[in-house]
């Protein structure tokens, strides 16, 4: 009986606590409490229920689908499980709810896994009943999706199939508040030709489409354009149906918003206006046309805000959320508190001076990226003219360098707690499981938080799915989970069951490779992507052992699990993972050699590294996601033109190699392990550079850095304008090839193991 009461005390009270907090928060920012989704509950049900559909087809039947806003719950939002006799009944407080619920009742009751690398979608005989009715409550309000740079990294050449597949697994992972920055060149261009310009000027001023990210920034101009005007009329055509599909499922859109960022023809017709020439950003603006950034005080910074968002709205309606960033790797011009506090007092009347119910959504990057400048009087001195709850700051990084804790919760401002996990798109394992499962939590439990969401902020998507599944769940869970327990489970729904070996290798990568609790990963390039050099240092949070672990255990596995299309990803990326440190260790052997002066055995461990890289292109040419003829086909569909079609291909290559003209200061950022590019761009640039150090030693002459640094960049500035042909479709089994390399491979791993016991 004491049992029963405590328990019951306390259920009491924990709930009361919830209650106290969530009501409370949300009471401080009547704002945001105001935001509400555009569409009504049948039209949210229609979407979850062709949703099912899609997934489920004739099975989908076997769920009965209601949206109700009035559920009892104590959060904004919650979804509910249950069943009578004929059906899985799950009820949404919003169709995200329900799709949220949908997708909970497929994980944890059907084993159901949907990712960005493969699904496993089989439901079992009949549907698992509930034996009672679950009640989930979601934490909180809003679930944020997206970075700026995702839309150039991952989403540039998607056509709307893409886009919809995209858009309903954020409905399944509960995402509520999509940042949608596609087609904003076409209002923008409303806008420029309203007050003047011509299309020629936009055309020194757009990027190509796969660096718009950084245009839209204010960190470049006009870099691999002019963007085709086709281009720009058909993106409008598919952000039309990227809201349109978001709001029917009840999500709120982050629309973008004018942050200062002209062309610099716009100088002529305003030659007074107080214009800040920015600082160069990686040493671009130099060489392709200087940015040209308004002050936010000056009287033309309104005028521009409120024509694009006036047109903005003509063209894709509104909720109210503005995405916009005046600093985002770009310097104030002044030190001064007043500076700030005037700059973003102009920039939230601009906004509002459009839409007087705007919110004001901003990327917290540069709070951590340029912390020097950023001290707390500052960050306080920016955000204290607006009023709380009309600007949201997204911590954008919160699992490895968290602001709102130094700041003290933004000094009162609401915020969002987002994982990054990725930079450049790079395929590199990596992952933060204690921070993501305990860091959302207490960032919401701290004293007086203003946390009001969580978050993903990934640079690039498509890799990492462990990461997502569980960050996704972050945004119902109260309590961190065993990260041991999940990984287990996630393992059986992934692979359609319990498998001891798989288990095994999971839990070991779980605790070393997915444990990191830094930003390592973002200096830490895969060595077969790095530019040649003799000073290349593999700063791994984990041992290469962990990754040779997982690879020998996943290829024991039960054959009942090695046909599933997430099993042969997973195989894939673990070789891969693998073949990147056996890389490390035969660079290590050549660059010993070419110092021991040795040409003879300089000319055998040259080979192995680069029959190594030969290797690794076959095995990423087993799997269609690891295809770089994929992404240049992927940007080739977007016209017919032929001279149109050579721009698009350029900038799909050079993105991820060169990222720029030929002295690119971040070259290899956006670095990708493709067949393809590993055969045809990364091991050309390797053998360059073991025929150097080979001409070195016969010359006797030390090996020239700077001289080889010039003549590779003279290959990758002109490699992106080759025509060469990438596969488009995948060959070979990836698990015989893995089983192949494993055998072959496995000295150098015996080898390894001995040097280090
Ligand atoms: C919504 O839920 C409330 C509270 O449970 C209930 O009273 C109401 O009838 C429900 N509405 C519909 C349409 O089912
Ligand atoms: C929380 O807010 C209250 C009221 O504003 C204040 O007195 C208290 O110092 C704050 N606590 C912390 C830990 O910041
Ligand atoms: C292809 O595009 C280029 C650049 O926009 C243009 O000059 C040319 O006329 C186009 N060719 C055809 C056949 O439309
Ligand atoms: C690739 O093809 C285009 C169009 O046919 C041509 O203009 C260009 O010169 C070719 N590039 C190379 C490096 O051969």
Redesign the pocket.
């Known amino acids: 009986m004491t049992t029963i009461a405590s328990t019951c005390i306390l259920i009491f009270l924990y709930l009361f606590t919830i209650a106290f907090a969530t009501g409370d928060r949300y009471q401080r920012f009547p704002s945001l409490k105001a935001i509400k989704p555009s569409t009504d509950?049948i039209t949210q049900r229609n979407a979850v229920k062709d949703l099912i559909a899609t997934l489920l087809h004739e099975r989908a039947q076997e769920l009965d689908i209601?949206i109700?806003?009035?559920?009892?719950k104590l959060s904004p939002d919650a979804f509910e499980l249950d069943s009578d006799d004929k059906q899985i009944l799950i009820t949404g407080s919003s169709g995200v709810a329900a799709a949220f619920g949908v997708h909970h009742y497929l994980k944890y009751y059907c084993k159901v896994h949907l990712s960005w690398t493969g699904d496993r979608l089989k439901l079992p005989q009949t549907l698992p009943k509930l034996s009672q009715k679950i009640h989930v409550e979601i934490n909180q309000k809003f679930r944020y999706y997206f970075n700026a740079c995702t839309f150039s990294y991952s989403m540039v050449w998607w056509d709307w199939q893409r886009w919809k597949k995209e858009i309903d697994w954020m409905a399944l992972n509960g995402i509520n508040m999509p940042l949608a920055l596609t087609g904003q060149e076409g209002i923008w261009t409303k806008v420029y030709k309203k007050l003047g310009l011509t299309f020629a000027d936009l055309d020194n001023f757009f990027t190509g489409p796969a660096f718009l990210a950084w245009n839209r920034m204010g960190n470049i101009q006009r870099w691999a354009g002019p963007l085709p005007h086709d281009w720009i009329n058909k993106q409008i055509t598919l952000q039309v149906k990227i809201l349109d599909r978001m709001r029917k499922y009840g999500m709120l859109p982050i629309l973008p918003a004018f942050n200062g960022n002209i062309p610099n023809a716009l100088t002529k017709i305003y030659p007074k206006a107080k214009i800040v020439k920015s600082s160069p950003w990686f040493g671009f603006s130099k060489r392709y046309g200087e940015t040209a950034l308004l002050d936010p005080r000056d009287k033309l910074f309104i005028v521009i805000s409120k024509l694009f968002i006036e047109e903005e709205i003509k063209a894709y309606g509104t909720d109210h959320l503005y995405s916009l960033d005046l600093f985002n790797e770009i310097d104030p011009q002044s030190k001064e508190l007043e500076y700030l506090t005037a700059v973003s007092k102009s920039a939230y009347l601009a906004l509002n001076s459009a839409d007087t119910k705007a919110v004001w959504i901003m990327q917290g990057w540069m709070f951590y990226n340029d912390n020097y400048y950023w001290e707390n009087k500052r960050i306080q001195a920016f955000l204290s003219p607006i009023p709380k709850g009309r600007i949201v700051i997204l911590d954008l990084f919160a699992e490895v360098e968290p602001q709102y804790h130094r700041s003290n919760s933004f000094f009162g401002h609401p915020f969002i707690w987002c994982m990054l996990n990725n930079f450049g798109g790079n395929a590199g394992m990596y992952g933060t499981f204690e921070t993501i499962t305990e860091g959302a939590i207490s960032a919401y439990d701290m004293k007086n938080s203003t946390m009001i969401g969580t978050g993903m902020a990934p640079e690039g998507i498509g890799n990492n799915y462990i990461m997502y599944d569980l960050m996704a769940e972050m945004g119902w869970r109260k309590i961190a989970v065993d990260v041991r327990d999940w990984v287990v489970v996630y393992t059986e729904r992934r692979y359609g069951g319990l498998d001891e070996n798989i288990i095994k290798a999971w839990l070991r990568l779980s605790e070393t490779v997915y444990n990191c609790n830094d930003m390592r990963q973002y200096h830490c390039r895969a060595l077969p992507a790095v530019r040649p050099s003799l000073k290349i240092a593999n700063d791994v949070w984990y041992s290469a052992d962990d990754i040779f672990f997982a690879w020998e255990h996943m290829l024991r596995a039960n054959n009942e699990f090695i046909s599933e299309e997430t099993f042969q990803y997973d195989i894939v990326d673990v070789t891969r993972q693998a073949l990147q440190e056996l890389a490390f260790i035969m660079y290590k052997k050549v660059t010993q050699c070419y110092h021991d002066n040795n040409q003879e055995t300089l000319k055998t461990a040259g080979g192995e590294l680069i029959e190594l890289f030969t290797d690794m292109d076959t095995l990423l040419g087993t799997n269609s996601h690891f295809l770089l003829g994929r992404w240049v086909a992927d940007a080739l569909q977007h016209s017919n033109n032929i001279s149109i079609k050579q721009q698009l291909r350029f900038n799909a290559l050079n993105q991820i190699t060169l990222w720029g003209p030929s002295k690119s200061i971040l070259h290899d950022y956006a670095n990708k392990m493709w067949n393809g590019l590993v055969d045809k761009f990364y091991k050309k640039r390797w053998l360059m550079f073991i025929k150097a150090l080979s001409d070195s030693i016969s010359n006797n002459i030390l090996f020239d850095q700077q001289k080889f640094n010039l003549a590779v960049q003279k290959f990758e500035a002109a490699w992106a304008s080759e025509n060469n042909t990438y596969a488009t479709t995948s060959s070979g089994s990836s698990v015989t090839v893995s089983k192949q390399l494993f055998s072959k491979y496995k000295k150098n791993i015996e080898k390894y193991r001995q040097l280090q016991t």
């Open positions: 509950e209601k109700n806003n009035s559920i009892p």
